[in-house]
């Protein structure tokens, strides 16, 4: 059994006015800095044997965090673990997506599992492939670290492959569970197959929050 902390980078200037990332590489916000800061904290006493991260900067900013606190702890970053490619939606807002894409946003909107969004710069996924991408990052590093403590820094779409593969939810159902930036979420491999033992732990960062004001 491998124990796996599952963790969404801290936030970004555009997950703050819902703008969409996807392999966009958008580096953290002051806010999302200070949330990093925060769960480094949080996690400094927590036994860990590697520390893996998308390599996007924003789950590498949140890694790097932590890892500053375990000094002796490799750190490790996957391509494989970064968020769905989104194509043409990327660095657009939702209301630009719905404005420009009309179609293909209502077939998103409506969890259609084997759309794909239309080409652009960057790669676009279906949610059924970016789902097995996601199985396959995760199995691969608990299989690499069995009986071990790793962190997995990534983005919310990869949690929300984890949630729905840890609980048996089908991929076309809503995302009715919230998945915040900077949050713990524990889940364990046991001869490949995935439990969540809890989710949305975040203590931590109501006193970031603190520090804030």
């Not at 997506?97 to 652009?120: C, N, S």
């Not at 779409?157 to 076309?172: I, P, Q, S, W």
Request: aromatic share 8%.
């Amino acid at each position: 059994m491998t124990k796996i902390l599952l963790i969404r980078h801290g936030e970004t200037a555009w997950n703050a006015v819902r703008r969409l990332q996807g392999h966009t590489d958008i580096p953290l916000s002051p806010t999302g800095e200070r949330q990093a800061q925060a769960l480094a904290r949080a996690l400094a006493k927590e036994p860990l044997d590697a520390i893996i991260s998308s390599d996007l900067g924003r789950a590498v900013q949140t890694a790097q965090a932590v890892a500053a606190l375990h000094p002796q702890v490799p750190l490790h970053t996957d391509a494989g673990l970064r968020e769905r490619g989104y194509g043409a939606f990327e660095g657009l807002l939702y209301t630009e997506i719905a404005e420009r894409y009309p179609i293909e946003f209502a077939e998103w909107q409506a969890r259609d599992v084997d759309a794909v969004m239309p080409a652009g710069e960057r790669v676009a996924e279906s949610f059924r492939q970016f789902y097995q991408r996601c199985q396959d990052g995760i199995a691969r590093w608990a299989e690499k670290y069995p009986q071990q403590n790793i962190m997995i820094v990534a983005h919310g779409g990869v949690l929300e492959c984890a949630y729905r593969a840890a609980n048996g939810l089908t991929l076309d159902g809503p995302r009715d569970f919230a998945i915040r930036n900077a949050t713990v979420n524990r889940f364990r491999m046991d001869a490949g197959v995935l439990a969540m033992e809890s989710w949305g732990e975040a203590i931590h960062l109501d006193g970031a929050l603190d520090e804030m004001l």
